[in-house]
């Protein structure tokens, strides 16, 4: 027999709980991989805008 209760109950709250830990766990994977880049390529990007700004002025 059909349970109302569960048909029309909204979202449980333990998934909403599970998306919001799963967007928590992407942008701190993110953040991880543009820290690793920036880290790796720092000194490089550092040596083209200097070459710039020595251009510019």
């Known amino acids: 027999m059909l349970d109302f209760k569960k048909l029309f109950k909204k979202n449980n709250e333990k998934e909403e709980g599970q998306g919001l830990v799963e967007y928590a766990l992407i942008l701190f994977l993110v953040a991880v991989v543009v820290i690793a880049i920036l880290v790796l390529l720092g000194p490089q990007i550092g040596s083209v ?9």
Not at 49 to 57: L, Q, R, T, Y
């Open 49 to 57: 805008f200097s070459a710039v700004s020595k251009g510019i002025s």
